[in-house]
């Protein structure tokens, strides 16, 4: 199990005609039991398990490709590959095969391929010569083969008939000869032929015919075949962009001459299939899925021999790290990593796991630090890439090294507080950059990718560690902008497309990190500052505000609506309601899709600050009737307070009811003694900016604080007292102690159990005012 000739990689094509990697293990053919035959075995090298018992059919078609490679299909549609590691191997499988099957291993293929259409099966026994003869490569016999070899072209058994002519006789060689002539001699419509050749061939989908076409010596001038296309006014000049424009540029010299060689090649034939050739049909799809195959299996070699070379990588992180690098320079390693990592996805989980680990072991994310600020854009471009690739297959990689740089770094020094640096200071016009860089943030914030274990939780230490070391740096520019509260500061079109990923990443926070972001916005009073950006001449920022807010309300958490009430932040949403004048647009609709939804959810709190605060304004509006039936809503609310105070004040469990009443579900008169208890001093928040400023509701009349008189109705007799004001109504009401402890906006810890109990006998001590 130890022979290296034999280790293989196992692929399998999918519906998607990529190959997946089904493991890494080692081959074996031998006799199989209960496939009653000799088969082809592959145990992977990791735990012994079978990967692959496929039994070895007498009629199914073995092809070797690349000397390394052999491809069959077992069933419809299910193709499978074995790249072996030696040739050597390949070799010893190859002639294993031959020989159950009865054949030469000196071929590369060892069946014809037949398909199941009756129509060909018909056309396959009627034809009295089943090989196909090509003609002499003369110029004169252009015509001839060019029709030749497009007939071919309708059945599998025909192309396949016709490949086997072609891989004879050097006949492709000859016809590159024959391209010269008709080149020097300025032949166009040989070389017109020659091109429908040479377009033809492709289509055959054969991997025999690309090894020889792309060879070293002859691959440019089956290029120069592909510059005359009959259609074209002129000839292309792909042969002088790949020799003169196409530079390759070697960062750190590469000492594998096959490596380099796989380097050209892969190039060349990528440039081949997505620039010379023309887009396949519909019908024509199929028949290039072995390009797509020897360019895959290409670039799969390519990072594997790159990532065997520890002095080539060593090299190229030592250098990146050094200060003294010239911009050139770096700037060409970086885009060497980003080709590198590029080439890395085509790599399947496992293997891409290692790739990344190998990469971060190296230094590739301390190297991220540096290239990320570089000044030039070329390069900033590139790490981006590079970050992207890596946070996308395993964001836990990257967050586990942003939380060792905790103990050894300063806050400006740390990685992700250098990507919300160069996102805020984005000077792209078309933010390009920093739309990128927000998804990198999702992705690292996102606590649905976040690991958990018995010893340890990635969720809580990295979203602590975002909210005391970098949320800061990412709010700086919407304080910067709203330190006015009439309108924002900034108004030119980068400002705005910067705060609107701002806020998009906030709103995520919001859905995302209940505690966390509650703790931060109410601290910070940030609601307000958001809130300020509804006035912004621009309605995608004002639709990214409202929005922010809508997921606050969303939540539906009385900590967040004594927050907004006390703060009277609805008010600029009013505000900018009536500011867009009735203008059916999107701004319109998700103003009242937010108070829809305070009336479908029943937010009772929100619903009676709503109506007592603007119901008289949105009276007015009735092309939609949301805002009647949230008064509707408040009404009802109202009349069952009105109908509890005329029980007389009997205790809840003692009124008759037919349902048994839920204990720990609170009554409603005691929710509305919390909501409405605004005349009581607030203790403040905690660190930061105090919200005391905030604390006192506002009426809609000239946004004077509200008062008990103007607070809303209450069917509880102490309510009942205090809206009056009436200091003989009062007497027989049992007063708290001044010192007493009072409710807070924010109670971070939750309600004590004092507190509660204060409540409770408050309640139930309130005389019945007749």
């Known amino acids: 199990m130890t022979d290296t000739r034999r280790r293989v990689k196992l692929y399998a094509l999918n519906a998607d005609r990529q190959w997946d990697d089904r493991g890494t293990g080692h081959v074996q053919s031998l006799y199989v039991d209960k496939l009653k035959g000799v088969g082809l075995v592959v145990r992977a090298e990791s735990d012994g398990n079978v990967l692959l018992e496929s039994k070895i059919q007498p009629d199914t078609a073995y092809q070797k490709q690349q000397e390394t490679l052999i491809v069959w299909s077992e069933g419809d549609n299910y193709d499978l590959a074995l790249s072996f590691q030696e040739r050597a191997g390949c070799d010893e499988i190859w002639e294993k095969i031959c020989q159950v099957q009865g054949k030469d291993p000196s071929v590369d293929i060892t069946q014809d391929f037949v398909e199941d259409d009756e129509d060909e099966r018909f056309d396959e026994l009627s034809d009295p010569s089943p090989a196909v003869e090509l003609p002499n490569p003369?110029?004169?016999?252009?015509?001839?083969?060019?029709?030749?070899?497009?007939?071919?072209?309708?059945?599998?058994?025909?192309?396949?008939?016709?490949?086997?002519?072609?891989?004879?006789?050097?006949?492709?060689?000859?016809?590159?000869?024959?391209?010269?002539?008709?080149?020097?001699?300025?032949?166009?419509t040989g070389l017109h032929r020659l091109y429908e050749i040479f377009k033809n061939i492709f289509l055959l989908n054969k991997n025999a015919l690309f090894e020889i076409m792309f060879a070293e010596?002859?691959?440019?001038?089956?290029?120069?075949?592909?510059?005359?296309?009959?259609?074209?006014?002129?000839?292309?000049?792909?042969?002088?962009?790949?020799?003169?424009?196409?530079?390759?540029?070697?960062?750190?010299?590469?000492?594998?001459?096959?490596?380099?060689?796989?380097?050209?090649?892969?190039?060349?034939?990528?440039?081949?299939?997505?620039?010379?050739?023309p887009p396949p049909?519909?019908?024509?799809?199929?028949?290039?899925?072995?390009?797509?195959?020897?360019?895959?299996?290409?670039?799969?070699?390519?990072?594997?021999?790159?990532?065997?070379?520890?002095?080539?990588?060593?090299?190229?992180?030592?250098?990146?790290?050094?200060?003294?690098?010239?911009?050139?320079?770096?700037?060409?390693?970086?885009?060497?990593?980003?080709?590198?990592?590029?080439?890395?996805?085509?790599?399947?989980?496992?293997?891409?796991?290692?790739?990344y680990k190998t990469l971060t072991s190296l230094g590739v994310l301390a190297a991220l630090e540096t290239t990320l600020a570089a000044d030039d854009l070329s390069t900033k471009l590139a790490s981006i890439d590079i970050l992207s690739y890596i946070v996308e297959f395993s964001p836990s990689l990257v967050r586990e090294y942003i939380l060792q740089q905790n103990t050894?770094?300063?806050?400006?020094?740390?990685?992700?507080?250098?990507?919300?640096?160069?996102?805020?200071?984005?000077?792209?016009p078309e933010i390009g950059g920093a739309v990128q860089l927000c998804g990198i943030l999702r992705i690292l914030l996102d606590p649905e990718n976040m690991m958990a274990s018995m010893n340890k939780s990635e969720k809580t230490d990295f979203l602590s560690f975002f909210y005391k070391h970098s949320v800061h740096v990412l709010i700086a520019p919407l304080l910067a902008n709203t330190l006015e509260e009439d309108r924002p500061g900034r108004e030119d079109f980068p400002t705005v497309q910067l705060?609107?990923?701002?806020?998009?990443?906030?709103?995520?926070?919001?859905?995302?990190?209940?505690?966390?972001?509650?703790?931060?916005?109410?601290?910070?009073?940030?609601?307000?500052?958001?809130?300020?950006?509804?006035?912004?001449?621009?309605?995608?920022?004002?639709?990214?505000?409202?929005?922010?807010?809508?997921?606050?309300?969303?939540?539906?958490?009385?900590?967040?609506?004594?927050?907004?009430?006390?703060?009277?932040?609805?008010?600029?949403?009013?505000?900018?309601?009536?500011?867009?004048?009735?203008?059916?647009?999107?701004?319109?609709?998700?103003?009242?899709?937010?108070?829809?939804?305070?009336?479908?959810?029943?937010?009772?709190?929100?619903?009676?600050?709503?109506?007592?605060?603007?119901?008289?304004?949105l009276e007015s509006v009735n092309y939609v009737q949301t805002f009647r039936a949230l008064r509707t809503k408040y009404e009802q609310h109202?009349?069952?307070?009105?109908?509890?105070?005329?029980?007389?004040?009997?205790?809840?469990?003692?009124?008759?009811?037919?349902?048994?009443?839920?204990?720990?579900?609170?009554?409603?008169?005691?929710?509305?003694?919390?909501?409405?208890?605004?005349?009581?001093e607030e203790e403040p928040i905690g660190p930061g900016p105090t919200v005391q400023t905030i604390l006192s509701p506002v009426s809609e009349e000239g946004r004077k604080p509200l008062t008990p008189s103007n607070s809303p109705k209450s069917g509880s007799a102490l309510l009942t007292a205090l809206s009056n004001n009436n200091p003989s109504t009062l007497s027989g009401v049992a007063q708290e102690p001044k010192n007493s402890l009072k409710k807070g906006l924010v109670d971070y810890e939750g309600d004590s159990d004092e507190e509660e109990n204060e409540s409770t006998e408050s309640e139930t001590k309130r005389p019945k005012i007749s």
């Not at 003294?324 to 496992?350: G, I, N, Y």
Request: net charge negative; proline share 2%; charged share 30%.
């Open 281 to 355: 049909s519909v019908f024509e799809e199929n028949l290039m899925s072995s390009l797509s195959s020897f360019i895959f299996f290409n670039k799969v070699e390519i990072v594997s021999l790159i990532q065997e070379d520890e002095r080539f990588l060593s090299e190229i992180f030592n250098q990146l790290s050094d200060e003294t690098l010239d911009d050139q320079k770096r700037r060409d390693l970086v885009c060497f990593l980003k080709e590198f990592c590029t080439f890395s996805q085509t790599l399947q989980q496992q293997s891409r796991e290692a790739f």
């Open 638 to 680: 109202q009349d069952r307070l009105k109908d509890r105070s005329l029980d007389g004040g009997v205790p809840p469990i003692l009124r008759p009811s037919r349902f048994k009443r839920d204990p720990r579900q609170p009554e409603e008169d005691e929710e509305l003694w919390f909501a409405t208890d605004d005349d009581l």
């Open 138 to 188: 003369e110029m004169s016999k252009l015509d001839q083969i060019s029709e030749i070899v497009h007939s071919c072209l309708t059945t599998a058994a025909r192309r396949e008939k016709l490949a086997l002519a072609l891989e004879t006789d050097n006949y492709i060689r000859k016809l590159l000869v024959l391209f010269h002539e008709c080149e020097d001699l300025d032949n166009i």
């Open 499 to 617: 705060l609107g990923q701002v806020l998009d990443l906030l709103s995520f926070c919001v859905e995302h990190h209940a505690y966390h972001s509650k703790n931060f916005i109410l601290t910070r009073d940030l609601v307000r500052r958001v809130l300020v950006l509804m006035k912004s001449r621009h309605t995608f920022l004002a639709l990214s505000a409202l929005r922010f807010l809508r997921k606050i309300i969303a939540l539906k958490d009385e900590f967040y609506n004594r927050y907004l009430i006390k703060g009277n932040l609805i008010a600029p949403v009013v505000d900018a309601f009536f500011r867009n004048q009735g203008r059916y647009n999107l701004l319109d609709s998700a103003i009242i899709e937010l108070f829809e939804f305070i009336r479908l959810e029943d937010i009772k709190s929100l619903c009676t600050y709503v109506v007592d605060t603007f119901g008289k304004q």
């Open 217 to 277: 010596d002859v691959i440019f001038d089956v290029v120069g075949c592909l510059e005359y296309d009959p259609n074209a006014k002129k000839p292309k000049c792909h042969r002088e962009y790949l020799r003169k424009m196409a530079k390759f540029r070697e960062v750190v010299s590469i000492n594998n001459p096959e490596l380099l060689s796989k380097i050209h090649q892969t190039y060349r034939v990528q440039y081949i299939q997505d620039v010379i050739l």
């Open 408 to 428: 050894n770094s300063e806050d400006e020094a740390l990685l992700l507080n250098v990507i919300i640096e160069q996102l805020v200071c984005d000077n792209d």
